[in-house]
């Protein structure tokens, strides 16, 4: 199994611009999650889908922010308008509905807003 | 005005030697824990877990303790090799979600 995927890997954009990050989670996974790591305020989690529907996005920032996840194989975290202090790297999870409740990480995707 | 950023604390050991790395949980009612090792430029990665019925937890290398009498984590690797070296976090299951503590970085000295 390829792992979570995430493109793009690095995304260096301008102030008010709209951003659209996007995430494949393991095959037969059934929950997907988004977090964002910064300095100042750690591993944060966003939101999270249980078969494609949103469940928690208690740590959506802001209404600028907006996440969807129209098929068990894809998910997307758009922020529009960016701003500078979006920058961070955001990372995609996803785990299976039964055992533990290991989350298997993908490699993130690091987001510059000048 | 400039941006304060996170101190993470720092363990530096030692090649060869044991680590030991701590961790606080807050919630008395987690009844899953994780260990997560990150490095430089990737996502976490699991490392070990534990469950809220148990007090420790032995891998390949690494052992995992558990103290619910005092909300306590801590991760302990043996025989601490360079590519050990990284960012740990632990996390705490609450109703499906992890929370993560803010890390700690090892470094490793050869």
């Known amino acids: 199994d390829a792992g979570v995927i995430q493109s793009p890997r690095h995304e260096v954009t301008e102030m008010g611009q709209e951003v659209t990050l996007r995430c494949k989670p393991i095959?037969?996974?059934?929950?997907l999650f988004w977090y964002r790591q910064t300095m100042m305020r750690g591993l944060e989690l966003l939101i999270y889908f249980n078969n494609n529907v949103p469940i928690d996005d208690s740590g959506m920032p802001e209404d600028r922010f907006s996440a969807k996840m129209p098929n068990a194989s894809f998910s997307t975290l758009k922020i529009q308008p960016s701003e500078p202090r979006d920058s961070a790297v955001y990372f995609c999870?996803?785990?299976?509905?039964?055992?533990?409740?290991?989350?298997?990480f993908g490699p993130g995707t690091r987001l510059t807003v000048l | 005005g400039e941006s304060v950023g996170l101190h993470l604390p720092t363990l530096s050991v030692q090649e060869g030697d044991n680590s030991i790395i701590n961790c606080a949980y807050s919630?008395?009612?987690?009844?899953?824990f994780i260990w997560y090792k990150q490095e430089s430029g990737k996502g976490p990665q699991f490392i070990i877990d534990?469950?809220?019925?148990?007090d420790k937890r032995q891998g390949q290398r690494v052992t995992v303790l558990l103290n619910k009498t005092v909300k306590h984590l801590s991760l302990q690797i043996a025989a601490t090799q360079p590519g050990d070296s990284a960012v740990y976090f632990c996390a705490e299951n609450q109703a499906g979600k992890l929370i993560f503590g803010q890390g700690t970085e090892l470094s490793v000295k050869p």
């Open positions: 095959s037969g996974h059934d929950y």
């Open positions: 999870a996803s785990r299976w509905d039964r055992g533990n409740n290991e989350q298997f």
């Open positions: 534990i469950r809220s019925n148990m």
């Open positions: 919630n008395s009612a987690s009844d899953y």
